[in-house]
C-alpha cells in the first residue's frame, strides 16, 4: 500500500471516529460505545501500519 493510500485510509477511520464518537455524545448506549471503541481499534490499527513511515 503506498504512502497516500495509507494517509487516506486513515483519513477515513479518524472520520468514523469522529463519527461514532459523536453518535455515541448524543446517545450513549451500549451499542454505540461498541461501535466507538471499534473505530477507534480501526484507527489504532491504521497508525500502528503508519509508524514505520514517521522513521523514516
Known amino acids: 500500500m503506498s504512502t497516500v493510500e495509507l494517509i ?7 472520520d468514523q471516529a ?3 464518537q ?5 446517545d450513549p448506549t451500549p451499542t454505540n460505545y ?3 471503541k471499534r473505530a477507534q481499534e480501526e484507527r489504532g490499527a ?11
Open 18 to 20: 469522529h463519527q461514532a
Open 22 to 26: 459523536t453518535r455515541y455524545d448524543q
Open 34 to 36: 461498541s461501535r466507538l
Open 8 to 14: 487516506e485510509q486513515w483519513l477515513e477511520k479518524c
Open 46 to 56: 491504521v497508525e500502528r501500519r503508519m509508524a514505520p513511515l514517521a522513521g523514516a
